[in-house]
């Protein structure tokens, strides 16, 4: 952003779209680690997905997965993140079902702490990677949160609302303490975009007209259309 006034033309917060965190709402302090890589051996742990045994049965689960996500089903996904951190954190599930524990992606855990709380969303493009956003409403769904366990979000409920990357006028976030001309009382800062990784890395490398085609190299290797 700028220094001040009109000039501000706006900040943009780019985060790992894999990855979550989890928070106590009440005091804002992490209840678990942020996890981006986990074992495949995670697959087996989750929801209803078919376990050992059961291979016959995992395409149409993976298809049914991907019909609703656009992704097929992948322990890297937040998901199954979400899932192991319910059954093995103590206590978590029963925060959860209370209403005292707020789960999103690390776009939300910053956002939040900007906001100094007021804020409490996720972008599109972060949330696909979760898993558990339907593509064609661009809704949480239930449904899929039932597949891997995570009813408990779903009942309190305890998910983000969900933001387009590019919020229109943007989300003007206030920064207690600090005074910038234009800026209002306290003065603060427009953040203009929230946006994953592999799609920021489209701008950054230039896919800027509709169609164009990026490859981006990174942990991962990525063919991109914009």
Not at 75 to 81: D, I, R, S, T
Not at 82 to 107: E, F, K, S, Y
Not at 142 to 166: E, H, K, M, Q, Y
Request: net charge negative; aromatic share 8%; with cysteine.
């Amino acid at each position: 952003g700028g220094d001040g006034g009109s000039d501000d033309g706006g900040s943009g917060l780019d985060a790992t779209a894999e990855e979550r965190a989890g928070c106590a709402n009440l005091v804002s302090l992490p209840c678990t680690s942020a996890a981006l890589s986990e074992g495949a051996c995670l697959g087996s742990l989750v929801g209803n997905r078919p376990r050992d045994g059961e291979e016959a049965c995992r395409p149409y689960f993976d298809a049914w997965v991907a019909s609703r996500t656009g992704l097929r089903f992948n322990p890297h996904y937040a998901a199954a993140k979400i899932a192991w951190a319910l059954d093995h954190v103590r206590g978590l599930r029963r925060r959860a079902a209370a209403g005292r524990a707020l789960w999103g992606g690390l776009a939300t855990w910053v956002v939040w702490h900007l906001s100094g709380g007021a804020l409490y969303l996720l972008d599109h493009t972060n949330a696909q990677r979760t898993l558990l956003m339907r593509l064609e409403d661009l809704a949480w769904d239930s449904d899929l949160g039932t597949s891997f366990g995570l009813d408990a979000l779903f009942d309190a409920p305890l998910l983000p609302a969900l933001v387009p990357a590019i919020p229109g006028e943007g989300l003007r976030i206030a920064v207690p303490g600090r005074s910038r001309s234009g800026d209002g009382p306290g003065g603060g800062f427009r953040l203009a975009a929230i946006i994953g990784d592999q799609q920021a890395a489209v701008a950054g490398l230039g896919g800027l007209s509709h169609h164009d085609v990026v490859i981006n190299y990174g942990s991962g290797a990525f063919v991109m259309r914009s």
